[in-house]
């Protein structure tokens, strides 16, 4: 007889838009014990497996913290409402908590008395975009100020079943069937209830249970945690507003590059990140995080770094696709790789289909390992060779694409002209004690880079996570061209690698994009907010990891500076926001690395 084993859930807390698959382990007829599915369509000995999910709707339903989305809320604040801030984050669980986000929570307001200002209506809109869709709009009928929610609100979450499932008249309970499969997606309809996931085993001739059901509840539906909206912020001081990029892009002829480094999965455990909460460093949870941040962005052009092939081939590449991106990928070797090959982790680049077309994608003239075994075939004497590859071999890559542009910025100078654009996407993960393997791969990758621009008069944009801080030797290299031939980062070169010093110089004229705040004159709030998120010593932002244990910048954009220009940067996160949080990965920022987008425009070629 097929019978169920046991149950679990994957998270002890459900989340609107998160889908959950319950754990189901079924003893088939023969008595083996499996995961595997016995759906409808293929019965085991004349059996199949039923799943059922309800809703359970109690007479009062309670509104949930924007803080503490485990807590009950009891107070709510008014401003959010008049300023038509969404709902869900004007809930707060007590004085304390309110009194304790209030310089993060008084943004809100006067980020939307300045749009309302601004553009009148369009606000009530452009909140909505960035919110939940209302999904945090409870009707209740609570003590002290939660009083009257459900006057003002009514039943704004959309309808419910006409017909209960069940009711209960001891607990005031009532059931609403909500779904027959067995993986279920909350809704904004469940916020505020519990769920309850049943699977029975049924006969397929008489459509009977056989046995008795299995059954397991959930926590409470809490809204996705929505994160205040970063802006675009214009190199002039200028605040352009909300991220409302696709007019902007297309009027003016520039284009928007977004790097991001988005915490794989397999390095996203608790023993890593046990400050976050295990909902929200589940994998089915931060997926759909990440996928709105990064689809709200409209960037042109999308660098993504640690993406696990099995979530670029399952989720990103035909979630994007959606939204009218082509996506190119380059996983790491597996010379050093010893766990499952589909979590092994590469470079996603992603760009607009109506905005660029793909000419040429390079990755084996990179690809460091193969590097490392030139290297040590020319310099490394051959009993030194096995040793020399350990500390070469470190399973990194770059992903260089070059695209077409579809728009024309190019101007009257050069008519009919084609305009091309390079587009380097790394991730060097390296270990810090191996300092001359991460200015070997930087060296590496550069060298590549200015092969193609000799072959070609085309604008370069170097992006992603090069795991080095401002004032180190790659770093150096980048920003400035050459390496300081004292630098102490030299003094490690067990293998010669770097010898001599003079060698590690390159001719492109690489700016960091973020740069461009410590250079910008004039005033305004989004300038001054900036600047105090900037280090002047190194005119880099003060971070773009943020964990516990560490917090830096080590994250980039860089472009040639004679063919591109900056028009506008994202605006930078503050420590003290983050804190709130302990720190990354957190409920509303699902990576350790904030996402950095800067906006460009081509220079008019001078005709020679």
């Excluded at 309808?159 to 904004?188: H, I, Q």
């Excluded at 926590?219 to 990029?245: C, E, F, K, M, Y």
């Excluded at 949870?285 to 660098?303: S, T």
Aim: charged letters at 20%; one cysteine or more.
């Amino acid at each position: 007889m097929l019978s169920v084993v046991r149950v679990h859930l994957p998270s002890e807390i459900p989340i609107v838009g998160c889908e959950i698959t319950p754990y189901v382990l079924l003893r088939r007829p023969d008595g083996a014990v499996s995961t595997d599915d016995v759906p409808e369509t293929a019965p085991t000995d004349g059996q199949f497996m039923r799943y059922r999910w309800y809703r359970i709707q109690r007479d009062r339903k309670v509104p949930i913290c924007s803080v503490h989305p485990m807590e009950q809320a009891t107070i709510q604040c008014l401003g959010c409402l008049k300023s038509k801030i969404p709902v869900a984050k004007s809930y707060h669980c007590s004085a304390k908590c309110f009194s304790d986000a209030w310089q993060h929570h008084k943004v809100l307001h006067e980020r939307a008395s300045s749009a309302l200002n601004e553009n009148g209506a369009e606000e009530e809109e452009l909140f909505g975009r960035f919110g939940s869709g209302g999904s945090g709009v409870l009707s209740t009928a609570g003590s002290g100020s939660l009083s009257n929610f459900g006057q003002s609100h009514g039943v704004i979450n959309g309808p419910v079943p006409l017909y209960p499932s069940g009711t209960d008249k001891n607990s005031g309970e009532t059931w609403f069937e909500v779904g027959c499969l067995r993986t279920y997606t909350p809704s904004a309809d469940d916020i505020g209830h519990a769920l309850k996931f049943e699977c029975v085993a049924v006969d397929s001739e008489k459509r009977s249970a056989v046995g008795p059901p299995t059954s397991i509840m959930t926590s409470r539906v809490i809204p996705a945690p929505t994160p205040t909206p970063r802006r675009l912020i214009q190199v002039n001081g200028d605040v352009l507003g909300h991220l409302d990029l696709d007019s902007q892009t297309s009027s003016l002829g520039t284009f928007t590059v977004l790097s991001y480094n988005i915490l794989a999965d397999a390095y996203a455990t608790s023993d890593a990140y046990s400050y976050c909460p295990t909902w929200a460093l589940s994998w089915t949870y931060r997926r759909q995080n990440l996928l709105r941040e990064i689809i709200g962005y409209h960037a042109d052009i999308i660098c993504l770094q640690e993406v696990q092939l099995n979530h670029f081939e399952d989720f990103f590449a035909p979630e994007l696709d959606k939204h009218g991106y082509q996506a190119l990928y380059k996983k790491r070797t597996t010379e050093v790789y010893s766990g499952n090959p589909v979590a092994i982790d590469g470079c996603a680049t992603f760009f607009r289909r109506d905005k660029f077309s793909h000419v040429k994608k390079y990755e084996v003239q990179v690809e460091f390992n193969k590097a490392a075994q030139s290297l040590t075939d020319a310099i490394i004497p051959a009993a030194q060779k096995r040793v020399a590859l350990s500390r070469l071999i470190k399973d990194n890559i770059a992903l260089i694409a070059v695209l077409e542009a579809k728009f024309g910025n190019h101007g009257a100078e050069n008519p009919g002209k084609r305009q091309l654009l390079c587009v380097a996407n790394t991730h060097i993960n390296v270990h810090q004690d191996l300092k001359d393997v991460k200015l070997w791969e930087v060296h590496t990758l550069l060298k590549g880079l200015e092969k193609i621009a000799v072959s070609a008069d085309i604008p370069m944009l170097v992006c992603g996570d090069f795991n080095s801080t401002p004032g180190s030797s790659p770093h150096g290299l980048l920003a400035v061209g050459k390496v300081d031939q004292l630098h102490p980062d030299l003094a490690i070169d067990p293998l010669g690698i770097l010898r001599p010093p003079s060698k590690l110089n390159h001719q492109l004229p690489l700016v960091s994009a973020y740069s461009s705040f410590a250079r910008m004159v004039g005033v305004g709030y989004g300038l001054e907010h900036q600047r105090r998120r900037m280090d002047p010593a190194t005119n880099e932002p003060l971070f773009t990891n943020c964990t516990r244990d560490f917090i830096g910048t080590v994250d980039y954009i860089f472009y040639t500076a004679d063919s591109l220009t900056v028009e506008s940067l994202l605006e930078l996160l503050d420590e003290e926001s983050l804190r709130k949080d302990t720190a990354l990965p957190s409920p509303e920022w699902s990576s350790d690395h904030i996402a950095l987008l800067a906006e460009f425009r081509c220079k008019p070629r001078i005709r020679r």
